[in-house]
């Protein structure tokens, strides 16, 4: 095999197109490689694939995979023609994507790398820009969206996560049963989601069962203007629940313990954690000494935490109607507390009743949603932040969009 034929294998170039030259310039580190067509090749407009005359031709270069440790260039004249239907278009070549500097095997790996380091790391290494990295990665995202067929969600999660400090938010929709992220929207405003419903078709709107939710009014009036049927669907799911009955147990057991330590007292010292943590997390050996601590004295904090304990046990029914009652005797006495954080918790849960009951004909949470929030902070750490809400975007697309990035030439081996 001569050097010719050895990168027509190594670049998969194949008829019409054939190696012409092969050039290293030692001491550049670089090879140059020519890529040509034979003079007689019939060539057809990329759109409509009818035979169209060649117009001129443009000299493109194309980054390829390092051989060995050289840097190695693709050159083509590559013809534009002259369809009578759609003008001057050039012919597409079938190493890379239409508009890309790099060969699509280059993208490939690049994106490979890009799942596994951070886009400065990967650019390093490749010895690329960080701009050129991440548009590789943009790219890549993009196409992957286009290509997503709308196979209908019937089960969606919508979340908010940080993505900074002071209070700097994305929206997140997921795909529950798929676990993947449909969208990402800027802040956490109503207008965020308005944005992903539009987009829906009727038919994808129509697929939809149940969407699960933190009680956030700007979510809801988002899903009530565009889904129909909302009142049905939307569930306040039980995570985010729980995270405000935490909350309430919190704020109780901060001003009792200030008013405790005032007298002197430091039965809550240390105790945080505790009142937080799931009673089947506790380790035998501590949940006596807890126990006592609950019913010790008419404390606050524990009357706040049997409270808590009691919400949570509304989803352990089957039956609506018994949860229903359930939840009925437990507001009557979370009201009449006299526990404020506990007495505004039990108002909003009133308030917000009928889309908590929607739980037991859906039974969807956003635990999946919850873990992918998990993932995303992991993505954070992995990139070691980012330098803007559109950057995050599409980190969270690329990684957990559940999308299939590749360029077009290149056909995974799997
Ligand atoms: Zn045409």
């Known amino acids: 095999m001569d050097d010719k034929s050895l990168y027509a294998a190594i670049l998969g170039v194949k008829d019409p197109w054939g190696v012409e030259k092969v050039e290293l310039r030692l001491t550049d580190g670089e090879v140059h490689i020519w890529v040509a067509l034979p003079a007689e090749t019939l060539w057809v407009c990329p759109e409509c694939l009818?035979?169209?005359?060649?117009?001129?031709h443009r000299e493109r270069i194309w980054r390829h995979l390092d051989t060995c440790q050289y840097r190695t260039l693709v050159h083509?004249?590559?013809?534009?023609?002259?369809?009578?239907a759609h003008g001057i278009r050039q012919v597409r070549v079938p190493w890379a994507e239409e508009k890309s500097r790099f060969t699509a095997l280059f993208e490939a790996l690049a994106i490979d790398w890009m799942k596994q380091a951070a886009i400065a790391t990967v650019a390093e290494r490749l010895a690329l820009s960080w701009d050129e990295a991440a548009a590789i990665q943009a790219r890549a995202v993009k196409r992957g969206l286009a290509r997503r067929a709308a196979t209908p969600a019937r089960q969606l999660g919508i979340d908010e996560t940080a993505f900074a400090r002071r209070h700097r938010y994305v929206t997140v929709v997921t795909d529950l049963e798929r676990s993947r992220v449909l969208y990402v929207a800027d802040d956490r405003g109503r207008e965020s989601l308005d944005r992903f419903w539009t987009q829906r078709s009727a038919a994808e709107l129509a697929a939809i069962e149940a969407v699960a939710m933190d009680m956030w009014e700007p979510y809801i009036g988002s899903t009530r203007a565009h889904l129909p049927e909302a009142e049905q669907k939307i569930v306040f799911d039980k995570f985010h629940i729980a995270q405000h009955a935490n909350e309430a147990v919190d704020r109780v057991r901060r001003e009792e313990h200030r008013t405790l330590r005032a007298?002197?007292?430091?039965?809550?010292?240390?105790?945080?954690?505790?009142?937080?943590?799931?009673?089947?997390?506790?380790?035998?050996?501590?949940?006596?000494?807890?126990?006592?601590?609950?019913r010790r004295t008419k404390l606050k904090t524990g009357r706040a935490w049997v409270l808590k304990e009691m919400l949570m046990a509304v989803f352990e029914y089957v039956y609506p109607g018994a949860a229903q009652r359930h939840f009925d005797d437990w507001y009557a006495w979370a009201v009449r507390s006299r526990l404020a954080p506990i007495m505004q918790l039990a108002r909003m849960l009133h308030r917000h009743w009928p889309n908590v009951r929607t739980f037991f004909t859906h039974r969807v949470t956003n635990a999946g949603a919850e873990s992918m929030n998990s993932k995303i902070q992991k993505i954070k750490l992995l990139a070691r932040g980012f330098r803007n809400r559109e950057r995050f975007r599409m980190a969270i697309y690329f990684h957990l969009g559940g999308l299939d990035l590749y360029p077009v030439p290149f056909t995974p081996r799997s």
């Open 50 to 56: 009818a035979a169209a005359p060649i117009h001129d």
């Open 76 to 84: 083509a004249q590559v013809p534009r023609l002259n369809c009578p």
């Open 263 to 294: 007298a002197g007292k430091d039965w809550l010292v240390g105790t945080k954690f505790d009142w937080l943590r799931h009673p089947a997390r506790f380790a035998p050996a501590a949940w006596r000494p807890f126990l006592a601590l609950v």
